[in-house]
């Protein structure tokens, strides 16, 4: 995730199961998929993993294989993103040669899932090609039924399961969002905010820690909005510090961080020290025309607390460049933002018109070569940032997670106490840590070798 990209943060699928039982099918003998396979595609954020993850399940538990190539599957599960056109691009590519392999007899049906299975457009797509299934984000469960279990009313909040038995699990706290952002479809396709009760979020984590869970991120759009029955979302973070070895969260908004929670983060030693909150302009004007509820100068002061809480920590944002409207004096101010800020990583979008957002319908469209200059400028600033910043933990020995074992190459990635992605010299297993030392760094990862004890 310590990248600067323009698409969407994605992360390793999570399998449901164990790793002693992957590629096994699940359910009883009797189970009504059992000898067929089934394929499911991610496309976008953390939020789709998670709910991809559930679905991973119900084929499981009805007893299909999972398989990693479309053409070895008899059904095949799109779970997609809407946050982009050109995510929708890319969708229609596949469910187009899934098309040519359907008219080929090698896969048998289609699902289309997710917030473009939530959007108007998906109407006209399940048309065009033809699918068997599309479902929204709220009514997941209707995949159960589809594939031959009885009927399951799910209902997408409060009691769900998270990611089960892995070295590194997600866990839901919220879903939905009661802001409305100019240019963001998600309250469209997601719906407003549902707060899922602390108790059962504690519960859940308490389970997969027993079951051997390491590293627990909490989900949602906006997670330091959670609320419940009086408690905010400090009180549940310091609730799972408690019990979960290690916790991190994703995605925050500005208006609800408050410093409390950044300096928890800091003092709390189970929580990583890294806080991803999305600034999306340094323009007061555009902050207000995009609906953000805060100004630049809140931004930044929230961030001297964090940085003040956790000096080794790690910060990220994600940037919109080109909204309509965008000056160039607006982008300046984003530029110098970005200065200010010293973030060591980002997400940087080119604005992408989504019908039935206000800011489709704006005027002052950017011209693309402005947008892509722009987006050039802030990039080159991003990596600047985090090049120097990367290059100051040259020679500290960090005490590293193991995400991912080595590959052929020898090295695994794993991320430091302060969110930084590694690639290490290292045979560690998934979900151990190990002392390295950090050798080299570029703007994205830094490059490290176990230590000898
Ligand atoms: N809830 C988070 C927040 O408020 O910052 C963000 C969630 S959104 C799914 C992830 C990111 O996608 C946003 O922060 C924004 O930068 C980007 N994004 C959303 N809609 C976009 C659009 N229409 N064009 C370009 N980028 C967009
Ligand atoms: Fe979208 Fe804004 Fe909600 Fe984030 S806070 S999900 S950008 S509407």
Redesign the pocket.
Known sequence: MNSTTNE??TAPIQLSRKPSERGSTGGSPDAPGRGKTACIRTF??Q?NVHDSDRMRRMIQDAGYAEVQHYEDADLVILNT?Y???NAVDRVRGHLGELNRLRSEGRVKKVALTGCIGAAEESQSLQKTYNIDLVLGTHNTYELAEFVGLPTMRETYTPELPGTEGEHSAFVTIMTG?N?Q?S????PTVRGRMICRPMGSVVEEIENLVAGGTRYVTLLG??VDAWRYEGKRFCDLLEAVSEVAPRVWFT????SNMEDRTLRAIGERDTIVKRLH????SGSDRMLKVMH?GYKAERYRRKISVFREAAPEGSLST???VG?PGETEVDHQQTLRLVEDCEFDSA?I??????RG?E??DLPGVVPEAIVQRRFLEVLRGIEQNAFRRNQRKVGNTEEIFIRHGATEDGKAIGETWSGHAVHVDTGAAPGTYVKSTIESAGPHVLYARERAS
């Open positions: 969407a943060p976008g954020c939020m993103c946050v982009r056109e969002c802001y952002c240019y963001c479809i998600v759009q906006t995605t925050s908004h500005p909150l999305p600034v999306q953000r994600d940037i919109i909204h997400y979008f080119k604005f992408s018109p989504r957002t800011a489709a």
